[in-house]
């Protein structure tokens, strides 16, 4: 039948809760992070962009933890 795995994308957690104040959840692998820039570069070898486009994600959609940033 093909590969369907491109249609159901599942990601590691649901995307409204990949966001907490403390920490950014992957939704590749579920790992939580305080910066999710370098975890996808040397990980998936993918750009926040790419990451953000997969997952269907704003273009503002942080790559870094919101009490991290500040």
Do not use: F
Not at 3 to 31: H, N, Q, W
Not at 50 to 63: A, F, V
């Amino acid at each position: 039948t093909g590969d369907s795995s491109r249609d159901t994308l599942k990601p590691a957690v649901p995307i409204r809760r990949s966001l907490t104040p403390e920490y950014i959840i992957c939704l590749e692998d579920g790992k939580k992070l305080k910066m999710l820039k370098r975890h996808l570069r040397t990980t998936y070898n993918m750009t926040p962009d790419q990451y953000r486009s997969k997952w269907g994600l704003p273009t503002d959609y942080p790559m870094v933890a919101p009490n991290y940033a500040a």
